[in-house]
Structure formats: C-alpha cells, structure tokens
C-alpha cells in the first residue's frame, strides 16, 4: 500500500505513540484529582499544554482541548454566536470552507445568524478587497489557513488585520497548517484558531481551540470544571501528550519537512506532465506543498481513485469528509474549474514519508490506468 492521502489524516508518530503509552496503562489517574497518584498525569497535561502553546506563540492558558478540528470549528462559530446572540451575528466566511465550518453556519443560520460566503479567485484564495467590501462591524471573520482540497494559503495576517480595523473577530480553521507551515498567532493577529492532531501524525480524537486572552467565548461542554470550565469532560491525558509530542517533532522538522514535500511535489506534477497527459493542477502556485489536487480531462475522478486502490493506492477525490459523495466538489465549483475537466479530479496528498521511488511508480501507474480508460 501507498498513502498518498496525508490531508485525510496522518500516521502516528513513533515517539508520540510511546509518549501515550504510561497514560493508557501505568499512570491512568484522572487528572483533575488532588492525590499523589495524579500528579503525573496533571503535570504531563500542563507540559502538552506549554508545548503546544510554543508551537504557534500562544499562552498555555490560551490553548483548549477538544476532540477534534470539528469541535473547534463548532466551539468558535457557535461560542460567537451565543455570546452576542443569535440574531446580532453575524459570519463571514468562505465558500471553501470545510463542512465544518459551513454545516455549523447553516445551523446557526437556522437560529437566526446571518452568513455570508465570500467567493474565492480562481486559485482558491480570498482576496482582501472582496471581504473588505463586505465586512460589516462586530462580526466574525472565519477563514480557513490551508485548504483541505487544493491546498491553497490564505494571507491570514491581512485578513485579520481587515477583521480587526472593522471591530470583527478573526477565527481560522488551521487543521491542514498547523504542524506543516510556520503560525504565531501573536504575529498575526488572530483570535480563535482551530487544529486537528491527527493531521500532524498526532492521535486521531483530539485537537484544540486557541483563544486569544481577551476573547469572551462562552463554555462548549458544560459539566466539570475542566479546561477553565469551559470544556468539560475528563482528559484525554493520553491524547493530549501525543498531540503536543507530535506538534514538537513536526515543528522541529518543519523547514526540512516542506523542502522534502516540495521536491516530491514538483517530481511528480513535472512526471506527470513529460508524460503528456491531459490535466490541470487546481489551486494557487504558491500553495502547500504536497495537497496535489489533479483534474484529468473528461476523466472520472471516482473511478481513478477505485482503479488506483486496485493497485495499491490511497488518494482521495476531495474531502475524506465528502468521499462517499460522487459529485464535483463545491471547491472545485469554487474555483470554476471547467466541466470538462472538474469531474475527473483526484487528490494527492503528500507527507514526509514518501519517497521519489513511491512517486515514479505511481506516475507510470496513472498513466497507464489513464490510457486504458
Ligand atoms: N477543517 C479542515 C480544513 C479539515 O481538513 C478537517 C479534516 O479533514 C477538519 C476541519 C475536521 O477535522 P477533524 O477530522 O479533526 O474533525
């Protein structure tokens, strides 16, 4: 087998797997408890904490736990809404979001919120006079940092300095960059931050919400006094240290990381064109490297991506989130990718652990299933 689908999710890494181990076995007490028994697990919370905050410049007071990117997303939209009320909020979003963010806007749409989708260029990126001529004091500016699909960067320092000069709040769902590219949240400026750790080669369940000292969001959970009462239910002491063990080594290796990506990147779009084959690469030159999104001309995406499994295979057609929806996806629609070429998209998405010999074989192997078809 062959993963080529790292935006889906990621491996664990061998040290954050170890570094959970005691906390599902030896050293189980619950953290929130005075005896000496929990003291290591409370004092590995506080460091994961401490860790993580290092990784993007927050305060570890700053940095919440949740269960995944998707509680984020739905903790700092629906946190918004119901500390203003529903109908005083306002959301303006993009039309690339992920589903976690525009089922939660549809939801809170219901409950009276107002929503506006800003359309993107056709490199998937949203241009600062678009929300500039929308933004409207006191609402909240959710963009996402990389998209899942195509890859495409936002210029989030620039939005959320146009968020800030209108009164706004300014959330992004940073699940595809937070492990994979640079962020100082302190630097840009931004308010709410959503992320994912099994998008980092962390373990899949567990995530956290970055919020800004300063930024009043009500509790999500109710119940215990965990995460400063405003997230409650035991930790997932375990989780956490391989999350925050997994964040290090990314961002340890993180130049390193995106030179090796960005070659094998190149080697398999430059393979991929000496071969001739008929296609464009969606998203903008500039994007993440590695998020490889491929539309084939008059080609089936779904049918590529079955094909490709036959022999070994893991990409994607879209979100994994979208994957048993065989339509073209509301990015590509985003983007205006032509017709003829939109339904015979595949994504191929890259980590660190692939190799050039991996990319060569899957290149011949395209080709070949492409000619057959
Ligand atoms: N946001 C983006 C951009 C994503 O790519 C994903 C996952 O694919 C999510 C949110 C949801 O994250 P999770 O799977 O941790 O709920």
Redesign the pocket.
Known sequence: MIYFDN??TTKLDNEAFEAMKPYLMNDFGNASQPYSFSRKPKKALKEAREQIARCINANPDEIYFTS????S?NWAIKGYCTARGFENSTIITSSIE?H?ILNCCSAVEKLGAKIIYLPVNKSGIVERNVLKKTICDGSLVSI?YVN?EIGSIQNIKELAKIAHDYNCLFHT?A??AVGHLPIDVKEMNIDML?A?A??FNGPKGI?FLYVKNGVNIPSYIDGGSQEKGKRAGTENVASVVGMATALRNNCVQLEDNIEKIRYLDSLLVNTLKKMKLNFIRNGAPDGIPGNISLSFYEKDGEQILHLLDLKGYCVSTG???DGTKNQVSHVIKAIKVNRKYAKGTIRVSLSKDNTEKEIIQFCNDLNDLLNQL
């Open positions: 935006a889906a995944c990117g998707t509680e997303d992920h976690a996402m899942n769902d699940v595809q959503s994912s099994h998008k995530g979100s994994a989130c």
